[in-house]
Nanobody, 117 residues
Framework: QVQLVESGGGLVQAGGSLRLSCAASGLTLSSYAMGWFRQAPGKEREFVASIFGSGGSTYHADSVKGRFTISRDNAKNTVYLQMNSLKPEDTAVYYC??????????WGQGTQVTVSS
């Protein structure tokens, strides 16, 4: 059974940093594209970053480029999202997701990130 479990969320002041983790079980990270998404209250879920391929290619949304970094540790079967220079508008529930085809079809339960001004 494939399962994703996020952790690392919390309350941080603007300008601060957090690192989110996504522990995967039942799958091999290098065989899947892994993504981070977020959903703020009253807004649609939006893409944040992804990592894919045996070489670990990455892609970041323009809104987080230069501040957030996605990475993975294949030995630990864990994906990370390092978030620096956080802004109040980064406040959201952050979700980890996995896909082997064109659609993300495995999702974690989410972790809350709150950035105070």
């Amino acid at each position: 059974q494939v399962q994703l479990v996020e952790s690392g969320g919390g309350l941080v002041q603007a300008g601060g940093s957090l690192r989110l983790s996504c522990a995967a079980s039942g799958l091999t990270l290098s065989s899947y594209a892994m993504g981070w998404f977020r959903q703020a209250p009253g807004k649609e879920r939006e893409f944040v970053a992804s990592i894919f391929g045996s070489g670990g290619s990455t892609y970041h949304a323009d809104s987080v480029k230069g501040r957030f970094t996605i990475s993975r540790d294949n030995a630990k079967n864990t994906v990370y999202l390092q978030m620096n220079s956080l802004k109040p508008e980064d406040t959201a529930v952050y979700y980890c997701a996995a896909r082997k085809t064109s659609r993300y079809d495995v999702w974690g339960q989410g972790t809350q990130v709150t950035v105070s001004s």
